[in-house]
């Protein structure tokens, strides 16, 4: 088993920035690939960004190209997703999860692990 932790959340003004932090402990040496996700009220949880340990590729939602970005520290355990040009949109609550294997970065039932959320809230 492997647990997640996410921090950074907060409120913050459109256009201003934030940064995501998923703490991983547990049975880390399994995990292949990390992700975000984000949930907004009455809509369907949806991806957001991946990474894998594997040669590091990153993939990204439409909707976030060349505002987010995730990155990987893999001595502490810990991804991050840095959210620039951030959007009213953007507002959701933000998991972390890991898989241990890939399934496709976007598929949302190839993970196996997820954290309790952090809330991200963008007001104009």
């Known amino acids: 088993q492997a647990q997640l932790v996410e921090s950074g959340g907060g409120l913050v003004q459109a256009g201003g920035s934030l940064r995501l932090s998923c703490a991983a402990s547990?049975?880390?040496?399994?995990?292949?690939?990390m992700g975000w996700f984000r949930q907004a009220p009455g809509k369907e949880r949806e991806f957001v960004a991946a990474i894998r340990r594997s040669g590091g590729g990153t993939y990204y939602a439409d909707s976030v190209k060349g505002r987010f970005t995730i990155s990987t520290d893999y001595a502490k355990n810990t991804v991050y997703l840095q959210m620039n040009s951030l959007k009213p949109e953007d507002t959701a609550v933000y998991y972390c999860?890991?898989?241990?294997?890939?399934?496709?970065?976007?598929?949302?039932?190839?993970?196996?692990?997820w954290g309790q959320g952090t809330q991200v809230t963008v007001v104009s």
């Open positions: 999860a890991a898989a241990v294997r890939f399934a496709g970065a976007d598929y949302l039932s190839g993970y196996d692990y």
């Open positions: 547990g049975r880390t040496l399994s995990i292949l690939t």
